[in-house]
């Protein structure tokens, strides 16, 4: 499987989880299109903490990399990032890429 | 978005701008900013304030309270967060997010939060990054039954009852006083006590407080209690200046102060220290340092204290004087079981907690 088609697995998995904690009416879509946080998101603070845990949890996981989303990096972009799950899929998948080629 | 960070040295020089405090919504106040310059246990460089900024709009803050903690023979240096806010209309966009992060990683994961709103305990909780400690077990202690606060408070729609509940307030003070006069007399404090009163922690007390503090977590001597008393956050004031009602949280109360009361036995020895915080009808005490043995008289002479500065409540939470307040038959209308809480991050998760104790007005409880 593709590197882009394991890491949206991986985001639909922690979108599951993440759906457990959340009432029916406010579940996550599994479509890459799904909005996050910014304008359009639906995540309050503690939806983006969970999302942010979970991601960082499953992608050491289902990936086998550690990743971190919490540093200042990631935290000065946080709206482009978290903007929808394909610009999180493309984050991570610009993280790993960097921890491959060192 | 922009988040700012201010350290000491850069609130030293806010306080000094004129810009910093035109934006619609404050960051900090004037009163909060010179307290957090002032405190003892931060540095220069020390972050004290995230502020996120929009489009030169204030949209969220942290504040951040560098202190230490001793454990295993060492201090710790750690940050409490206070006075966390995000503008509600942008609850989506991560800004509480980011100032929590940004907190954390510029404390090296070296964070305590003291309280904290339901929210904020979701967001602390969805983090994984913080334990919670035993909650600091107190008691509020009702000396005034305060029908007219209670009854509108419940039942709004009984305002025309108000001169009403007026009179019965009046009528059942009165019965608490003669309570409390026999309270004094039976418990003839003014026999066996004498008290000293400080605004500020002299000497004698800084001596006495070393010898009781070892358990604290915070050990908060002579320099940290100065500060407490005479840098609040809060003014006494007869209603909301300009800048109060641009700041969310509180910084005016019609009565707020501290007050500093040495507690000396008949010879003359000093047996207790009671550093009282009042606000508005409201007493508790943020730090008592005491023997053991003598618990039961700290404990009645707080009480007694409460009592003569006329508070409608005493709030303990040091577990001795809450469990010798049951002895003292207090001229009181009720009492009620109470908690404060506090986290710490992960990276203090070795503390042996039973060795340590906190008091009431740790964290930033001494400054509400």
């Known amino acids: 499987m593709a590197m882009n088609d394991k890491i949206t697995q ?82 991570i998948h610009l993280l790993l890429n960097e921890k491959r080629h060192g | 978005m922009e988040i700012k960070t201010f350290t000491v040295a850069d609130l030293q020089l806010a306080l000094l701008s004129e810009d910093f405090w035109l934006t619609k919504t404050l960051p900090i106040t004037k009163q909060r900013a010179l307290s957090f310059c002032q405190n003892p246990r931060a540095e220069k460089n020390d972050p004290v304030l995230l502020v996120a900024y929009q489009d030169a709009r204030v949209v969220g803050y942290l504040g951040i309270l560098p202190d230490k903690i001793f454990f295993n023979n060492a201090d710790h240096k750690l940050g409490w967060l206070t006075g966390w806010w995000v503008d509600p209309s942008i609850a989506t966009n991560g800004t509480g997010v980011i100032l929590l992060y940004k907190a954390l990683n510029t404390y090296r ?34 000396f005034r039954f305060n029908a007219t606060k209670t009854m509108l408070r419940k039942f709004s729609s009984m305002k025309i009852f108000r001169v009403g509940f ?89 009565r707020y102060y501290y007050l500093g009361v040495k507690v000396y036995a008949q010879n003359n020895e000093m047996v207790g220290f009671l550093l009282l915080n009042v606000r508005d009808d409201r007493m508790s005490v943020a730090y008592a340092h005491f023997e ?68 009431g007005g740790d964290g930033d409880f001494a400054f509400y």
């Open chain 1, 10 to 91: 991986m985001l639909f998995n922690v979108l599951d989880e993440l759906n457990q904690l959340r009432p029916r009416e406010e579940h996550l879509k599994k479509d890459l299109g799904t909005p996050l946080a910014g304008g359009s998101g639906r995540l309050d603070s503690a939806g983006l903490i969970n999302l942010i845990v979970l991601t960082e949890q499953k992608t050491a996981q289902e990936l086998g990399s550690p990743i971190l989303l919490t540093d200042d990096r990631t935290m000065s972009q946080i709206n482009e990032v978290f903007r929808t799950l394909g610009s999180l899929a493309d984050y």
């Open chain 2, 109 to 142: 994961e070296r964070i305590g939060v003291s309280g904290g709103s339901r929210e904020a305990r979701k967001v602390l909780d969805a983090s994984q990054k913080f334990i919670a400690l035993n909650p600091l077990k107190g008691i509020d202690i009702r």
């Open chain 2, 166 to 254: 007026k009179v019965a307030d009046v009528l059942l003070d009165e019965i608490v006083n003669l309570r409390s006069f026999s309270w004094e007399r039976r418990n003839s404090i003014r026999q066996r006590l004498t008290f000293e009163y400080v605004s500020t922690v002299d000497e004698e007390t800084g001596r006495f407080i070393e010898q009781h503090y070892h358990h604290d977590l915070t050990r908060k001597g002579k320099a940290d209690l100065n500060w407490i008393m005479t840098c609040p956050w809060i003014v006494s004031a007869p209603q909301k200046d300009a800048a109060s009602k641009r700041y969310y949280f509180s910084s005016v109360s019609a």
């Open chain 2, 292 to 359: 053991g043995r003598h618990a039961p008289t700290i404990a009645a002479a707080a009480v007694y204290h409460a009592l003569a500065m006329d508070v409608s409540t005493l709030v303990l939470y040091d577990e001795r004087l809450v469990k010798s307040v049951a002895g003292l038959h207090c001229p009181c209308w009720s009492t009620q079981s109470i908690s404060r809480g506090f986290f710490l991050s992960k990276a203090f998760a070795d503390i042996p907690m039973a060795d340590c104790r906190l008091h």
